[in-house]
T-cell receptor, first 111, second 112 residues
Framework: GENVEQHPSTLSVQEGDSAVIKCTYS??????FPWYKQELGKRPQLIID?????GEKKDQRIAVTLNKTAKHFSLHITETQPEDSAVYFC??????????FGTGTRLKVLA | DTGVSQNPRHKITKRGQNVTFRCDPI?????LYWYRQTLGQGPEFLTY????????KSRLLSDRFSAERPKGSFSTLEIQRTEQGDSAMYLC??????????FGEGSWLTVV
């Protein structure tokens, strides 16, 4: 069935360094890939998304890349700051109602 | 706040009791979703409404779970005869057609 794998499960980086989180999806019909940030006890919040007709998208310190052939996409955060510490979830959908989420990456930015 | 609103935010209940959660989506959003999230996991799809019609229910949802969206606006999720395994955060989300979904703050359920 549909599946999204996410790695790593935890990631610690020094403040100012970059962080990369990778996801692989199984459903070749997937065409929309959002990334959510979730702080402890809070709602998942959309931070960036990409559609299958685009290979890369950037928004300030955050960027997402998509490789449709390999069926994987990645989140890149540059110049990390302590407030970037949170759990990040990737998701994939074929444009219907069902988002399939990864298992999350707990990012810790060490000051 | 014009985001997705859920209540109650926290509910502690004894095993065997019924609980009901309410979700008010972003106004004008015609699609409403319920997800469940346990610690260390991503949200898992439970069910989905387009306007008032419930179009799919996940196999994760047993017969003890029922969801309604009577007028195509707010929705309720009821869990009957709660079990300890039902303890989780229940997230509601909404979207306009197939666009980005926006989550509520979630309703935490603890079954003791």
């Amino acid at each position: 069935g549909e599946n999204v794998e996410q790695h790593p499960s935890t990631l610690s980086v020094q403040e100012g360094d970059s962080a990369v989180i990778k996801c692989t999806y199984s459903d070749s019909a997937s065409n929309y890939f959002p990334w959510y940030k979730q702080e402890l006890g809070k709602r998942p919040q959309l931070i960036i998304d990409i559609r299958s007709n685009v290979g890369e998208k950037k928004d300030q310190r955050i960027a997402v890349t998509l490789n449709k052939t390999a069926k994987h996409f990645s989140l890149h955060i540059t110049e990390t700051q302590p407030e970037d510490s949170a759990v990040y979830f990737c998701a994939a959908t074929s444009g219907t109602y069902k988002y399939i989420f990864g298992t999350g990456t707990r990012l810790k930015v060490l000051a | 706040d014009t985001g997705v609103s859920q209540n109650p935010r926290h509910k502690i209940t004894k095993r065997g009791q019924n609980v009901t959660f309410r979700c008010d989506p972003i106004s004008e959003h015609n699609r409403l979703y319920w997800y469940r999230q346990t610690l260390g996991q991503g949200p898992e799809f439970l069910t989905y409404f387009q306007n008032e019609a419930q179009l799919e229910k996940s196999r994760l949802l047993s017969d003890r779970f029922s969801a309604e969206r009577p007028k195509g606006s707010f929705s309720t999720l009821e869990i009957q005869r709660t079990e300890q395994g039902d303890s989780a955060m229940y997230l509601c989300a909404s979207s306009f057609n197939g666009n980005t979904i926006y989550f509520g703050e979630g309703s935490w359920l603890t079954v003791v």
